[in-house]
């Protein structure tokens, strides 16, 4: 992928947000395995309908695109599937929207059934709005552009009925994987020695690390966004006192989550129902930290698990600080109300001994 990222700043989005929502998106194009090759921005009180950005603005992104030779346009936004038309037929070159890019990202990331099938339900129910629109183009090249009913409405009303029972079929596999999941959760809730722990945070802060760090267990670990989509549960023991500690990684959330994927991946973040202890790990080199922290806050009230009882886990201090000896977390404290927290570093494995404690502490 050879991209051109395309900004609106409308009336209702803050500079500083639209900036980051712009190289969050760029990280995405990485993540896709992709290169940004430019970037087109404008600002207007609200998105054309017809082009999102206006016939001119589409013109002089078609001329850039030529000129960078660029293959795919990304949009830091929802496109409907007339904007997507129509801005193809003027530039020729392939468009996607954000929730197109992260749903490409996630079908090469996915590894088990459960994940697969997410990722699948999440790009059909996508797409079935997009096929709705494209009846009339599909009506016009099979009719040789009469306005006529019959193959061309019928080809559009067959892939629509093939798209809903791919749905059907996938959401009750997926229900059934739900209740084999129920029934492993049921059996680990009736041993009281069992601490049940959910790690969750923004995408790429380092979930994967700490699990490995805090379980020894080997586990795919990337700088990349939406590196590991796949739920993976593990064991910490704790001899002295007789007890143990189950942690759960969950996918990785960013900002404006797409319906869809947030749709598809719920059954997956419903096992936070049944979790004993939130573990929220943040990255605190990112310096837009705080947005995201309320980006997964936001995540947790939806899915209503905001009550239960957080630990935030300050993680990557080791790019702030030269070594261990400066480790200090009052002031970050100050910065987080009641909340209890820790700051570490999984890569360099500092303060993992005191979250360690902290789990042990919850098991009592």
Excluded: C
Aim: without cysteine.
């Amino acid at each position: 992928m050879r991209a051109i990222l395309v900004g609106v700043k409308t009336k209702d989005k803050k500079e500083k947000e639209f900036k980051n929502s712009l190289l969050e998106l760029e990280g995405l194009v990485e993540a896709a395995e992709g290169k940004t090759l430019g970037k087109l921005y404008q600002i207007r009180e609200y998105p054309d309908p017809a082009t999102y950005i206006g016939k001119g603005k589409v013109k002089q992104l078609k001329e850039l695109a030529e000129g960078i030779n660029a293959d795919t346009i990304v949009f830091d936004a929802e496109l409907s599937p007339v904007q997507i038309s129509n801005i193809e037929k003027i530039t020729e070159v392939d468009v996607l929207d954000r929730t197109d890019l992260i749903l490409q990202i996630f079908s090469k990331r996915a590894k088990t059934k459960q994940a697969k099938l997410q990722v699948e339900l999440a790009m059909l129910e996508h797409e079935l709005p997009r096929v709705y629109g494209q009846k009339g183009k599909a009506l016009s090249r099979i009719g040789g552009g009469m306005k006529t009913k019959g193959a061309g409405e019928k080809l559009g009303e067959i892939k629509v009925r093939t798209i809903k029972n791919r749905i059907a079929k996938i959401k009750k596999e997926l229900e059934n994987i739900k209740k084999q999941r129920y029934q492993q959760r049921k059996w680990r809730n009736k041993d009281i020695n069992i601490l049940k722990v959910a790690l969750v945070g923004y995408t790429n802060v380092g979930k994967s690390t700490l699990l490995k760090r805090l379980t020894k267990r080997d586990t795919y670990i990337s700088d990349q966004l939406f590196a590991t989509l796949d739920t993976k549960t593990s064991f910490i023991n704790f001899p002295d006192i007789g007890k143990k500690a189950v942690i759960t990684d969950t996918v990785g959330f960013v900002k404006n989550m797409p319906k869809e994927i947030m749709d598809a991946f719920m059954a997956t973040l419903e096992e936070l129902e049944d979790t004993d202890l939130i573990l929220h790990v943040v990255d605190i080199s990112d310096e837009n930290w705080q947005e995201k922290v309320e980006s997964v806050e936001k995540i947790l009230k939806k899915i209503k698990v905001d009550d239960k009882p957080q630990v935030l886990v300050f993680n990557k201090i080791d790019k702030l600080i030269p070594s261990e000896d400066f480790l200090e977390d009052s002031d970050i404290s100050l910065l987080t109300g009641n909340k209890e927290t820790v700051v570490v570093s999984t890569k360099k494995g500092w303060n993992i001994d005191k979250l360690y404690n902290i789990l042990k502490k919850y098991s009592l």
